[in-house]
């Protein structure tokens, strides 16, 4: 069973009949699991699968003539399953009791509970029921379906409920969580959503954690896991993207609030396209996140108190989210095709640097955190921190920032500027901390934040040295998704020094790759180093003139074409990569083969004219039949070699 195939085992197990039908199963009266996006039936069949929304929606389980519940069997199937983690009716809150809350009236959520345990549950979604329970801050037109339920509108298209969260209107003490709706047990997981903790969001953690999503998942606005979902959809085969895209091409929308939960949208949504190989939307729809999350205020500290909840997970979720747009506005700003430039590189902001990973999956208390200009100066620090992965990866893209900052002029940079960042590059490797210095943790899994802040680095020394290099000689550019073409510069080192850096760090990338961890789980910003460790290795290839180094290259090659075959089956942009980079090396190994052909051609052609010529000697006689003269002649060409006396014999015999 796969990846995919478990995940809807769990979803689906233990799961009384779903209450749920689409529109073909109803019209043939014909039983229907529910399940989203897709139910069974359709999916076997290959028919469309559209929902419809409910009029009446649930109004939750049946009381008796006594005015109490009517548990019975229903909550018999709702103790197995493993019921609500908030179970205490007493401390449901009521719309009448709402403007009475305070946060200490708010019932603490376990997350100290085992994650399969809490993975197993079937939370309900808050849009489930009426919103009428929410406090003000959350606020929409109306109810909508269960959770990923599509509303059919009379045009046929597919929408989603949005729901505004007016932030600004609520003072920040009271911005407490509110207690989510009894449980339903029809409410269905949904698989999507589980489908993005599982496959993407290790690699880029800004939205809340999903233990927290799992506890309180109405937390998240319709619009923004409606990107979730087609984000999601990337990593399961055969799924129709198209209405799961027209959805997310929502959150660009504006009358979907201005908030950070936009904003959170917008880069996930910008990042699929990106991937996708699409990128004048991708670069518009990034932009269009920048413009919203400076005119927030976002680079405040403010912003995540303000909007926090007065929970640490929940502003910590907030910092990551500018930390995440700036790294990502950096990596868009060194590609080729894209024509952008690192805007928030000089916009100040006096936010902490984010928690170290585990600490935020787990929803564990944040530690007292630091800012950017400790780190910067934490090699003259008295106090031993430990700075996160993501605090590496935020300075790694500063220091590639840097290096665009330069310029593709490369007679502008001066020796010292090269040298410089030179330095900084390599102070960043020799001060990593034991436990940064490798991106495999003891149990084997890959620290994704780690692993992406080692690529950019030796991106970025990629993109220093390479245009310095002899490499440029071979080929100045090769044009890909991500590669600049740049002019050829003269080095600030001899060239050979140059060209040993770029090869250590195209290396460098070829070793990450070999690591053997899923290609998929890795960002899609990962083709991008791929890339530029390709366009290393393919000159290096026909310099190299030991027989053994040329084929250890051949076989980074591949690994490379191979990488980005396996990325591929997720991500457009990674499929066009692998046929460009394949060309290439066809290319160049033919180019290889044949020079190797003519030099060989050449010496045994060689070889066989001396051989000929040592065994006829009938040119002597010619010598001597020449008179007096021969003897000089015979001398000037015992000097000249035996090439140089057939050709003079064959002229007296012209003449």
Known sequence: MNGTEALGHIALRNRPPSLLACIACRKRHLKCNGQMPICKRCQDSGSECNYQQSRRGYKGPRRTAKGTENDGSQASSNEDSGGDMLRDSTKTPTAASL?????????????????????MRNYPDATTRSFSFLPEIYQTTEATSSVGQLSTMGNGQHSEVAVSFQNNAVNPTARTLPEPPRQSPEAPVDTLIDLYYANFNS?????????????????????????????????????????????????????????????????????????????????????????????????????????????????????????GLFTIDGILASMNNIPHTFRLQDIQNDLLL????????????????????????????????????????????????????????????????????????????????????????????????????????????????????????????????????????????????????AIKAANSISKAIALRTPMSMHTPCFVCATLLAAIVHLPAYPMETSTDRADAIKERLQLTVNALSSMGEVWPMARAAKGQISQFAREVFAGQAGAAGHMQAQAQIQQIDIESMMEDQTWLDELASLGPGGNALMLEGAEAGPMSLSTSTTTPGTN
């Open 354 to 501: 984010p928690s170290e990973e585990n600490d935020y999956a787990q929803c564990k208390i944040i530690p007292q955190l630091r800012s950017q200009n400790d780190f910067l100066d934490r090699t003259f620090s008295t106090e031993d921190y430990a700075y996160s992965s993501f605090a590496y990866k935020i300075e790694a893209v500063r220091l590639l920032g840097k290096i665009l900052s330069l310029g593709t002029d490369m007679f502008a940079a001066t020796d010292e500027q090269v040298e410089s960042l030179d330095t900084s590059l390599a102070n960043f490797m020799i001060s990593l901390p034991p436990d940064k210095r490798y991106v495999l943790e003891r149990d084997g899994k890959c620290d994704e934040i780690l692993f992406s802040a080692h690529n950019l680095i030796d991106s970025a020394l990629i993109m220093l040295h390479r245009p310095r290099s002899s490499l440029v000689f071979v080929q100045n550019h090769y044009p890909t998704p991500c590669t600049r073409q740049e002019a050829i510069g003269l080095p600030t080192s001899a060239y050979e020094v140059h060209t040993n850096k």
């Open 203 to 323: 690699a880029h953690p800004f939205i809340i954690p999903r233990k927290l999503y799992r506890a309180r998942p109405y937390l998240l606005p319709p619009h923004l896991k409606s990107v979730m979902r087609f984000v999601a959809s990337h990593f399961m085969q055969g799924l129709s993207q198209q209405n799961l895209r027209g959805l997310a091409e929502g959150i660009t929308a504006e009358d979907v609030s201005n908030d950070g939960y936009k904003v959170q949208g917008l880069m996930l949504f910008g990042m699929s396209l990106f991937a996708r190989f699409e990128p004048e939307p991708a670069l518009t729809v990034i932009n269009q996140a920048i413009d919203l999350a400076v005119n927030l205020g976002m680079n405040s500290k403010t912003y995540a108190t303000n909007h926090g909840m007065g929970i640490d997970v929940i502003e910590e979720s907030w910092r990551r989210t500018w930390w």
């Open 99 to 119: 403007a009475d809350w305070t946060p200490a009236a708010i019932p603490e959520m376990d997350f100290n509970m085992n994650e399969d345990a809490l993975f």
